[in-house]
């Protein structure tokens, strides 16, 4: 009796041990799909699940390698947008396979006529000056949107190396921030040794694929905008937008418009013909009316469409009936920023600013101060990151590189434990946060040093602040790094800006904007997509 | 969950007036990155502060006063020390460390990364004329605020690493804080006068400082939930240096190395009567030189002719030699001014798996063979000179070759028929373990 009971007992002990072993394992898959936040991770985890015998299809939204030899068509619709006008433009994409990321819209400006009204695009942006706001919509609800499009993509495109910007981007967006050596050699002035001639470089300045007509002590290096990026009176610049720069999440993920049953749609909103898309030379600057108005029946929206196996797809559709994934979005918030007329600039004082972001999960802030005076009669335009005055003048004692001051404040903690004044740091900190390296000069970025040209860019002095490259790429970026929520009190910017300088003799304002890198989820269900803040 | 933390560390052994300087009789920065419940994320760490160059008269424009573009502000780290600070046990230690940059840098950066994210954070220049006037003649570097601010990284093996470094006390899981020491270069192997002048008013009493300098990091906090077992091990690639000199047509070097895992070895060359002179940039790269026969003043290239390294005594891991393209009988072979493909191919490949380097300043310009005198060599384009041996052991499994008992070598033909010493500084890449317990920290080599 007693054998039997102990046998009794074993067996209900096996099968506790057995059953609590499928319930851990139960628990742990449970957890692993639904503690993750991040939702892409739980999708690649679907397409390894994907790859046992049976299920065999891939993730065909991820953007990566598919591990398998699968022939993908691809199909091109030329789009014509539904709305057009000189500040608005919307298309609308047809719902069928997977939307490629890299997907172009075209966009032109109309010819001007008068020798008085030639401008040319931004350096820094090229045609992305256009675009003040995109949104991509599907039906009524908004999933993603970047207002101030065109100084976000300033920032960015500090990110692309100075190859890429010349070989590429110098043809597709008009975008050509790129450097070299501009040394002391010339037709003009052709003496001294071969050795000198051939070695020194003073000075850094444009690159952008046209020699340099400088001469020994490169003052007079002049280098002017090529062709195809001006607008005059036989030519009007066309180049192409991706549509992963105006969504950035789409570097990451592809829509699959074949399982979406709503709309999906893309607006645009230009910013202003006059005093906002194109720079012009030193000689016409003062003809700040100008319109560069935009050729409707030029702008097109390229979209090319991924096709997989019919079976492949219908099987993801079914798989993935209810599929989500997480991905960044921007949020915006700006002031402005008095300043005193010239001669009579100072400090700030210490700014606090709120930028929001209460509630929310936020990666990262991004900041950056644009002159407000300084827009056509520049060849960054107004799509730049001032920063602080410098006096390289008088005596050794009153000479110095203004000093920005900055920290942030969330969650009654300050992200620094010493506020940032050290502008290689802050340079540091930026690149933190990127996880990338901006490809731009030190004096681009902090106004140290005299290492960029005096040489004109379209009459501009390169090394000009107000119209040229020097202290115009002083980005700031700040990584939250503590994984915290932001508690209801937002995020507060802390800068002291030690003095900017005025342009004119009257007082000007600066406008500081900053970006909220947000984390978003966005959920596709029997075709409808739902979008909310993690 | 695990969170990271910002951390500002000022140095341990400096007073608050914060400036720092070789000439005044303090070449050593110490920093406490002291014990805590913490990882420190390695590859975050930077160096941070203002560098200053001060002459006898007020002003530096127009000044004639240099500095290596190449290195920028790396070229005032003469050592790098990291320590436990609990034990005070040496964790890595990278003498000659300008010099170890002076490889590694170029190599592993193009000429548009030292033009523009690395003159930002390292005040460096991709030409010479261009360094000297925006760092060392900078207006505002002497002045009331701002000047030259630097934010560098420390390459090292520990701070390379990609897993966080615990900091925990030594039985708790950890190194038990860390110790970083910097010794700062002399001022005479820093800053040079243009001319080649070792005591022109430019250059005699010339001196660099730093000042507001501190390290910054990333730290994380771990998730309290993981158990951090109280002894283990942590794995790196360290360099080593080693030092020699030769004066000869056939240079043979010879080192007990005394590691079990090399990955690669690579050494730099410059003439011994540089260092530490006023005149000359004594961090510069070249291959062996000639002193100059009177009358003429050049110091003509020893071009190499043969090349092959040892292990054992034995060729190895090369089974041949490197016969170069002037070891021909051709005489416009033997005077061609390039080093033969085989010698930069090999030297890059031992700093940088060469099928994986993306980024490089290297080019027939700087790698080419020149005379030794200052207005020849330290004018090169692209960044400056970049010349020097090596050889990769293992860019497969990654675990090295074993050097723990047996010699390495590299005997080196040359055209070295003149009485010029050349330095020799070679630099040992290999796997380290460091292990730690409550017994303290060991580094198995």
């Known amino acids: ?534 | 969950m695990s969170s990271r933390q910002n951390i500002q560390v000022t140095p341990s052994n400096h007073t608050s007036t914060g400036k720092i300087s070789y000439k005044d009789g303090n070449p050593l920065i110490q920093f406490i990155i002291g014990e805590q419940e913490r990882m420190l994320i390695g590859s975050s760490v930077r160096l941070v502060g203002n560098f200053k160059v001060f002459k006898s008269t007020d002003t530096l424009a127009g000044s004639t006063l240099r500095m290596s573009e190449q290195l920028g502000i790396w070229s005032v780290i003469d050592s790098l020390t990291i320590k436990s600070q609990a034990t005070q046990q040496v964790i890595e230690e990278i003498r000659h460390y300008p010099r170890m940059m002076s490889s590694y840098l170029p190599v592993t950066s193009s000429e548009q990364d030292n033009a523009g994210h690395i003159a930002e954070s390292a005040l460096t220049s991709v030409n010479y004329v261009n360094q000297q006037h925006s760092v060392v003649s900078n207006p505002s570097s002497n002045g009331a605020k701002g000047g030259n601010s630097f934010c560098i990284a420390l390459p090292c093996g520990l701070f390379n690493g990609q897993n966080p470094i615990p900091l925990m006390a030594n039985g708790a899981g950890g190194v038990g804080g860390l110790l970083v020491e910097i010794q700062l270069s002399p001022d005479s192997n820093v800053l040079f006068e243009a001319g080649g002048s070792s005591s022109s008013v430019e250059i005699k009493d010339a001196f660099y400082q730093l000042s507001n300098v501190s390290i910054s990091a990333e730290v994380e906090t771990p998730d309290p939930s993981i158990q951090i077992p109280a002894a283990s091990t942590f794995e790196y690639n360290s360099i080593s240096s080693y030092f020699t000199t030769f004066n000869s047509t056939n240079a043979i070097v010879n080192f007990n190395l005394g590691l079990s895992r090399v990955l690669g070895v690579f050494g730099n060359i410059i003439t011994a009567s540089k260092i530490n002179n006023r005149g000359e940039n004594g961090l510069t790269n070249n291959y062996p030189v000639n002193a100059s026969v009177s009358p003429s003043s050049e110091q003509k290239a020893a071009r190499i002719q043969q090349l092959f390294f040892t292990r054992g005594g034995e060729r190895f891991p090369l089974e041949y030699n490197i016969d170069t393209l002037q070891k021909s009988n051709v005489a416009v072979d033997a005077d061609n001014n390039f080093p033969d493909a085989q010698i930069t191919l090999n030297y890059l490949n031992a700093i940088t798996q060469f099928s994986k380097l993306r980024r490089t300043s290297i080019s027939p310009l700087n790698t080419q063979y020149t005379g030794g005198e200052p207005s020849v060599v330290n004018v090169k384009v692209d960044g400056g000179s970049v010349a020097g041996v090596g050889v990769a052991y293992d860019v497969i499994s990654g675990q090295g070759v074993d050097f723990s008992s047996v010699n390495w070598g590299m005997n080196m033909e040359c055209d070295l028929t003149t009485d010029n010493v050349q330095a020799f500084y070679l630099f040992v890449h290999s796997k380290q373990t460091l292990a730690f317990s409550a017994d303290g920290v060991s580094v198995v080599r």
Request: charged letters at 20%.
């Open chain 1, 1 to 534: 009796m007693s054998d039997n009971l102990i046998i009794i007992k074993i067996s209900l002990s096996f099968f506790k041990i057995i059953f609590f072993i499928i319930i851990y394992f139960n628990i742990i898959k449970y957890m692993s799909y639904s503690t993750s936040s991040d939702q892409s991770q739980m999708m690649a985890s679907d397409s390894k699940a994907a790859q046992a015998p049976g299920a065999t299809v891939p993730d065909l939204v991820r953007i990566g390698q598919i591990p398998t030899n699968t022939a993908i068509d691809i199909e091109t619709d030329v789009l014509d947008p539904v709305v057009h006008s000189d500040t608005f433009c919307r298309f609308q994409f047809q719902n069928k396979g997977i939307l490629h990321s890299n997907s172009k819209i075209v966009l032109r400006l109309n010819t001007n006529s008068g020798t008085d009204k030639v401008g040319f695009l931004p350096v820094g942006v090229g045609i992305h000056s256009l675009i003040e706001r995109c949104s991509l919509r599907v039906g009524t609800k908004t999933i993603s949107e970047i207002d101030d499009f065109n100084h976000y993509i300033g920032y960015k495109s500090m990110f692309l190396s100075n190859e890429q910007q010349k070989q590429r981007e110098l043809f597709i967006s008009g975008r050509r921030l790129a450097h070299k050596p501009y040394y002391n050699e010339g037709g003009t002035d052709w003496s001294g040794s071969d050795n000198t001639l051939q070695t020194e470089a003073k000075f850094l300045g444009l690159d952008n694929g046209a020699a340099v007509d400088c001469e020994r002590d490169e003052a007079t290096a002049t280098v002017d905008v090529r062709n195809f990026c001006e607008v005059n009176d036989k030519f009007g610049p066309e180049f192409a937008v991706s549509i992963q720069d105006l969504f950035p999440f789409l570097y990451q993920n592809q829509l699959p418009l074949f399982m979406m049953k709503e709309p999906v749609t893309i607006e645009l909103f230009f910013s202003k013909a006059v005093g906002e898309r194109c720079c012009m030379n030193t000689v016409n600057a003062g003809s700040n009316d100008t319109a560069f108005t935009i050729d409707q029946s030029a702008t097109e929206l390229v979209a090319d469409y991924q096709y997989f196996p019919q079976e492949m797809m219908e099987q993801y559709a079914q798989q993935n009936a209810d599929l989500s994934f997480t991905f960044m979005d921007y949020r915006l918030a700006k002031r402005s920023i008095a300043v005193s007329a010239s001669g009579s600039e100072a400090s700030t004082g210490q700014l606090i600013m709120n930028v929001g972001g209460a509630g929310r999960l936020v990666t990262k802030v991004i900041s950056a101060v644009s002159d407000d005076s300084d827009k056509t009669n520049s060849m960054l335009q107004n799509y730049h990151a001032r920063g602080m005055k410098r006096i390289y003048s008088g005596t050794e004692s009153a000479r110095r590189n203004g000093e920005l001051t900055t920290n942030i404040k969330y969650n009654d903690h300050f992200l620094y434990p010493v506020d940032v004044t050290n502008s290689a740091q802050q340079f540091h900190n930026l690149v933190q946060a990127e996880g990338m390296v901006p490809f731009i000069a030190r004096e681009e970025y902090n106004f140290e040093g005299q290492g960029i040209t005096p040489g004109t860019y379209e009459g501009h002095p390169q090394n000009n602040q107000h119209q040229g490259l020097v202290n115009n790429f002083f980005y700031q970026a700040y990584k939250l790094n503590r994984n915290e929520r932001i508690n209801s009190r937002g995020l507060e910017l802390y800068n002291t800006y030690d003095m900017f300088a005025n342009r004119t003799d009257s007082p000007n304002t600066m406008t500081q904007r900053s970006y909220l890198e947000l984390i978003r989820v966005a959920q596709l269900r029997d075709g409808i997509m739902d979008v909310f803040f993690a």
